[in-house]
């Protein structure tokens, strides 16, 4: 009897990345789940019996709930941590070529177990190589070396098909922290003068 695949979950809002993904982590014999973003994720793995729940969830990090301003990215984090959920989740920003270090410590403190950026030729095997290590499967580099060279000679079209689409996405997790804008001008002044800066409404100490 062969041993059952392991599952990941995929959420994107951008098409090309998605493909890169999809493609990149069938190779690495995976089960590739790819959900559209206007889904309720949390909902979702509701519904799932805790035997199916995916192994591993990738999503970007800028999909907001479609019933509220809320970032999906956090509530799926608060969902795993209030279960105890083995799942592992692992968000994504297909908008920065570097995850800049308050970002990475945000998605840590909400409880991700990583934080990517936006796949590419140079950073494709190291990319797959964190996921696979999350979920414990070895990583076949091969496959993922014949991906790189197509990711190279179509580069300019594969990651922006809609490049004013992904403007408009970056602009959505800074938008989304408006309301709380106020309550936390008090405390990013506060912390600022403790070596502290505020990320997302989060006092991360440096």
Known sequence: ??????????????????????????????????????????????????????????????IKSPNSEMLQS?????????????????????????????????????????????????????EVARVTALIGCSLDTSPLEKIMRTISNNSSQASLKNPEAIADEAEAPNRSTTKNKSKSDKSKSDADTKGAVMYRGVIIRR
């Open 74 to 126: 956090s509530s799926v984090c608060q969902w795993a941590s209030k279960n105890n959920s083995k799942t592992k989740i692992v968000l994504f920003n297909p908008r920065q070529e570097k995850i800049k270090d308050i970002e990475h410590s945000w998605a840590l403190r909400r409880g991700a177990s990583d934080v990517l950026p936006r796949l590419s030729s140079e950073n494709l095997i190291a």
């Open 1 to 62: 009897m062969s041993e059952q695949k392991k599952a990941v979950l995929m959420m994107h809002t951008d098409q090309g990345q998605g493909q890169l993904w999809q493609t990149a982590l069938a190779t690495q014999q995976l089960e590739v789940i790819w959900e559209k973003a206007s889904i309720e994720l949390v909902q979702y793995l509701e519904t799932c019996d805790q035997q199916y729940l995916p192994d591993l969830l990738l999503v970007d990090m800028a």
